[in-house]
């Protein structure tokens, strides 16, 4: 089994194990969005509290598969599980969640930057970048991810628009925390 197939059974069996069968088999068929659907979705019906790097994670796929739009409201709403986690999903925490410009990073010129996950061990924070559309708006695709400095005032990290997964890893990954 290869990591993804691996990392999609392990979130997977958040679920009891026929809801799980479901989401593996969306999976093994290249039905990733309705298996994520299915996932939030079962989660949210019987109220399975998860824990906030598994929520995170599971933004990513999301993100990944073009479904977070649709999906993050329920998993927001997903009970926690309670245990410390080393990241928290940012999305719908409007006080920190707020769109961020300005920053000296030429990649980033013209993109308006939202915060998506961060980093409780450390306070480097995740964003998507966004272009700001003519329909007042940032658009349905992230252009870049960036990873903040823990002051949150400068890009530590910028990767392309097909890198959320990579992202996600490198924020877990190169906490200076998670060594300390």
């Not at 308006?112 to 970048?129: D, F, K, M």
């Not at 002051?151 to 990767?159: H, K, N, S, T, V």
Request: charged share 30%; net charge negative.
């Amino acid at each position: 089994m290869d990591e993804d197939t691996a990392l999609w059974h392990r979130i997977a069996d958040l679920l009891p194990a026929d809801a799980a069968q479901g989401v593996k088999d969306c999976r093994a068929i290249g039905e990733q969005e309705s298996g994520l659907g299915l996932l939030v979705e079962g989660l949210l019906a019987r109220q399975i509290p998860i824990g906030g790097t598994d929520r995170a994670r599971i933004s990513v796929l999301t993100e990944e598969w073009g479904e977070r739009e649709r999906l993050a409201p329920g998993l927001l709403r997903c009970p926690g599980d309670g245990a410390p986690a080393p990241v928290r999903l940012l999305d719908g925490e409007r006080d920190e969640a707020e769109v961020v410009t300005g920053w000296s990073e030429p990649e980033l010129a013209d993109l308006v930057l939202v915060p998506w996950i961060g980093c409780t061990r450390c306070g480097r924070t995740l964003l998507r970048a966004h272009t700001w559309e003519p329909w007042d708006d940032f658009s349905y695709h992230a252009e870049r991810y960036v990873i903040s400095t823990p002051d949150g005032r400068r890009a530590e990290r910028i990767l392309p628009r097909d890198a959320a997964g990579a992202a996600f890893a490198e924020l877990l990954r190169g906490c200076p925390e998670a060594t300390a």
